[in-house]
C-alpha cells in the first residue's frame, strides 16, 4: 500500500497544533529506531546494555504517543463515522507495544554475549523497529491527514486540551498554537 499512496499537499500546521506534535513525536521515533539499528549493527565482543536499555526505554515512550491517538484523536474521528483506520491502527499499535514490551524485558538481563544477542535480534530487534516505522507511515500517510481533512477546530481544541492527560512521546508540544 505504501508504494501507491500519493504524498498529500497540505500547508504545515502550526507550531504546538497537535498535528505537530504527532509528526514531531513521529520524528524522535525515527531517531529511536535508527538508534537501535546502529546498535544491532555494532560489532563487539559484549553488547553495550546499557545503551540497548536506554535506546529501548526511548522507544518505550510511545506509550504516550499511541494513547493520546487512540484516546483522542480515533474518538474524534468515530463521531465523524470514520471507524476503518481506528480499529485497524489500534490492533497494529497492540502489536508494536508487544515486541516493545518482550525488547525491554530482554535487556532486562544482567549480562548477554553476543551469541545471545544475535537470535534476539532476529526475533524482536528487526520486527520492533520495523513495526513502529509501519505506524508511523500510516500515522503520516492515512491518520492525520484525514484528520486535518475532517476534524474541526473546535475538535482539535479537545484534543490539545486533554492531551497533557497523557504525556508526550520523547517531545514537549512547541508554543505558539492556542485553539
Known sequence: LREVLVEPVQMAPPPGHPVDTFQREN???EEGVAEIRSLSGTPGPEPDLASWRAAVGRLMDVEKHYPRKENLLFSCLERHGITGPSKVMWGKDDEVRELLTTLDEAFSVDEMTVGELAPLVAAVVDPA?????????KEERILLPMAR????EDEWAEIWHESPRFGYCLVEPRSGYRP
Do not use: K
Open 149 to 152: 481533512e475532517t476534524l474541526a
Open 27 to 29: 520524528r524522535a521515533l
Open 129 to 137: 523497529p520495523a513495526a513502529v516505522e509501519e505506524m508511523i507511515s
